[in-house]
């Protein structure tokens, strides 16, 4: 078996490692690769470290980026939920207040429409107040020229009956005193009558 060799890299000499050569300086390689590792593991670790510090320090910046995203959004969704209720009472508000105009116009123009419709009863009522008294007043009008048509028409009958009974008095009258006269020459024709006779 051939005995392993290693050149020295000043002289280029190959030099065999015979155990008791090779034994230091393999512990010496050991020793390094060792210390080489460890320092790499350390390297490593202190990387790792760094690396775990570096997705912290992100990890709290993006944490920190979206809370302060979500506090944005959440300021943006209560403004936008602010503006909306704000709009919202407004347009309650309007609709309320075009509501109770409307109210006050109707009540107005009721109250109007009654105060017209008593206005309109009280003139029918006034008509119909009228219209009885005109009545009332033409029938007692009716009733006076009745009353003086009739005392007319009676003092009339009464005149006329007067100067019928007048004229029959006067034709009783006359009639009594030709009667009279008559029967006065009717005694006094007797009387000569009677004379002539008393003569004979």
Request: with cysteine; glycine share 2%.
């Given at each position: 078996?051939?005995?392993?060799?290693i050149?020295?890299?000043n002289?280029?000499?190959?030099?065999?490692?015979?155990?008791?050569?090779?034994?230091?300086?393999?512990?010496?390689?050991?020793?390094?690769?060792?210390?080489?590792?460890?320092?790499?593991?350390?390297?490593?670790?202190e990387?790792?470290?760094k690396?775990?510090?570096?997705?912290?320090?992100?990890?709290?910046?993006?944490?920190?980026?979206?809370k302060?995203?979500?506090?944005?959004?959440?300021?943006?969704?209560?403004?936008?939920a602010?503006?909306?209720?704000?709009?919202?009472?407004?347009r309650?508000?309007?609709?309320?207040?075009?509501?109770?105009e409307l109210?006050k116009?109707?009540?107005t123009?009721?109250?109007?429409?009654?105060?017209?419709?008593?206005?309109?009863r009280?003139?029918r009522?006034q008509?119909?107040?009228?219209?009885?008294?005109?009545?009332?007043?033409?029938?007692?009008?009716?009733?006076?020229?009745?009353?003086?048509i009739?005392e007319?028409?009676?003092?009339?009958?009464?005149?006329?009956?007067r100067?019928?009974?007048?004229?029959k008095?006067?034709?009783i009258?006359?009639?009594q005193?030709?009667?009279?006269?008559?029967?006065?020459?009717?005694?006094?024709?007797?009387?000569q009558?009677?004379?002539?006779v008393?003569?004979?």
């Amino acid at each position: 078996m051939t005995e392993p060799t290693i050149t020295c890299p000043n002289c280029k000499t190959e030099i065999k490692l015979t155990e008791s050569l090779a034994a230091p300086m393999v512990e010496s390689v050991r020793r390094e690769y060792e210390l080489k590792i460890t320092a790499k593991d350390r390297e490593v670790k202190e990387k790792e470290e760094k690396l775990r510090k570096e997705r912290d320090s992100i990890d709290d910046a993006v944490a920190a980026k979206v809370k302060l995203e979500r506090t944005a959004i959440a300021e943006s969704e209560a403004k936008k939920a602010k503006e909306a209720v704000s709009d919202e009472f407004s347009r309650m508000q309007q609709e309320k207040s075009e509501a109770e105009e409307l109210l006050k116009d109707r009540n107005t123009k009721l109250a109007e429409a009654q105060k017209n419709e008593m206005e309109l009863r009280k003139e029918r009522q006034q008509l119909q107040d009228e219209k009885e008294q005109f009545e009332i007043e033409k029938q007692r009008a009716i009733d006076e020229e009745r009353s003086k048509i009739r005392e007319v028409a009676q003092k009339e009958a009464d005149e006329q009956s007067r100067l019928k009974i007048a004229e029959k008095e006067k034709t009783i009258s006359d009639l009594q005193g030709k009667l009279q006269d008559a029967l006065r020459k009717a005694e006094q024709g007797s009387q000569q009558l009677q004379g002539e006779v008393f003569e004979l």
